[in-house]
Structure formats: structure tokens, C-alpha cells
């Protein structure tokens, strides 16, 4: 069973702070990680994707991805009330002719506190 | 706004109705997909068309039934449900090719489903 794991949290950090959100999967062939962001009572929206080992950085969002510990993390820096959401985590595994489909993990909600 | 429509936005139905989901895409993409969220659940992938054709049912009851007429649209044919397929029926898309990369995912605003 290939699996994606968060900490579903509520994860409360205080305004301007670094928000960590990490997350786990179990397929060691997953090629293709993102982020996307739930707000309560709307559909999700991707806001990065990362294909490689290392850092991907895109104004105050940083994805970091190790794929030898499994491992794929979203840091927000500078966090503004408006970034208090649920972030959901989601993997490609790609096998055979199923491309472009995702696993998700159950999502971490980021409060941010002014 | 998302290039990804949904209607009905709300729903609600008895186990004996039968009902549909509609989906449509404006943004030229050749993979269309439902998702299944429910709460406390991750989102759970149903069905996906990749150029019209089903690449992928996800072990879903016969009591879900896609229907992809062109790359553009999308439905889901409901009958006899149960009250455990309340939930939020989110339809997606994406460019899709022969690349190893996958391609993002955008979704729709999803119909909020009730069976009573």
C-alpha cells in the first residue's frame, strides 16, 4: 500500500515566523512531489511541485525534497494570517501508463496567529 | 478563478435517485480525473481519462459511473449510493504525455454530494 504521511497538526505558528511542513511517502520509485494549499471549504491549489533532490525556492515558499530518507518538506517563510490553511501533500508515483496520478497524505492545518 | 468548472456545487440526493456530476476544463489538458474527499480521509483518487479514454478505476463501486465524451468534459453518474458517499466529489486536470514527470493537477471548486 503506497502511503503519504503528514502530521495532520493544527501546526500554530506566530506571524512573520518559518513554517515547517513535513512530509513522508513509502514508494521509493516516486518521481514527482507537490504541495498544495486547502482552504476550509475549497478545492485544492497546487502552489509548488519539486522533481529533484535539493532545494526549490519560489518567493516566501521553499520546497526541500531528500529522496534517500523519503522525505519532501515546505517551509513558509515569513507566514501571514491569510497562509492558515491546510497543506496537502501529494506523490506521483508513476508506473505503467498511469501517469499524472497523485497519492495525497490527510494534509497539516498551518494556523498563523497575528 | 480555476479553469476547472463543477456543477451542481451542492447536492443532494436519496439512495434511490440517480444524479449526475458534471466537470469542465478550459485549459487545454488531455487528463481529466475525480477525487473522493472525505473528512479526516486524504483525497482518493476515483477515475482518470487520459485523451478520452479510462486509464485508471481505483477499485470504485459500480454505483459511480464516469462518462468522458472529449478531453473537455467530464461526468459522474451516481445511482442507489449510501449515505457513506457523502463527501466532496473534486474533479482535476492536467496535460498528460509521454514524459516520466508528472504533470500538476488543477481542480475544480467540487460538488458538496448528500445522501439521505
Known amino acids: 500500500q503506497k502511503e503519504v504521511e503528514q502530521n495532520s497538526g493544527p501546526l500554530s505558528v506566530p506571524e512573520g515566523a518559518i513554517a515547517s511542513l513535513n512530509c513522508t511517502y513509502s514508494d521509493r520509485g516516486s518521481q514527482s512531489f507537490f504541495w498544495y494549499r486547502q482552504y476550509s471549504g475549497k478545492s485544492p491549489e497546487l502552489i509548488m511541485f519539486i522533481y529533484s533532490n535539493g532545494d526549490k525556492e519560489d518567493g516566501r515558499f521553499t520546497a526541500q525534497l531528500n529522496k534517500a530518507s523519503q522525505y519532501v518538506s515546505l517551509l513558509i517563510r515569513d507566514s501571514q494570517p491569510s497562509d492558515s490553511a491546510t497543506y496537502l501533500c501529494?506523490?506521483?508515483?508513476?508506473?505503467?501508463?498511469?501517469?499524472?496520478?497523485?497519492?495525497f497524505g490527510k494534509g497539516t492545518k498551518l494556523s498563523v496567529k497575528p | 478563478e480555476t479553469g476547472v468548472t463543477q456543477t451542481p456545487r451542492h447536492l443532494v440526493m436519496g439512495m434511490t435517485n440517480k444524479k449526475s456530476l458534471k466537470c469542465e476544463q478550459h485549459l487545454g489538458h488531455n487528463a481529466m480525473y475525480w477525487y473522493k474527499q472525505s473528512a479526516k480521509k486524504p483525497l482518493e483518487l476515483m477515475f482518470v481519462?487520459?485523451?478520452?479514454?479510462?486509464?485508471e478505476n481505483n477499485s470504485v463501486p459500480s454505483r459511480f459511473s464516469p462518462e468522458c465524451p472529449n478531453s473537455s468534459h467530464l461526468f459522474l453518474h451516481l445511482h442507489t449510493l449510501q449515505p457513506e458517499d457523502s463527501a466532496l466529489y473534486l474533479c482535476a486536470s492536467s496535460q498528460e504525455s509521454g514524459q516520466p514527470y508528472s504533470y500538476e493537477q488543477y481542480f475544480g471548486p467540487g460538488t458538496r454530494l448528500t445522501v439521505t
Open positions: 481519462y487520459n485523451f478520452k479514454e479510462q486509464t
Open positions: 501529494a506523490v506521483s508515483m508513476n508506473y505503467g501508463g498511469s501517469q499524472g496520478n497523485l497519492i
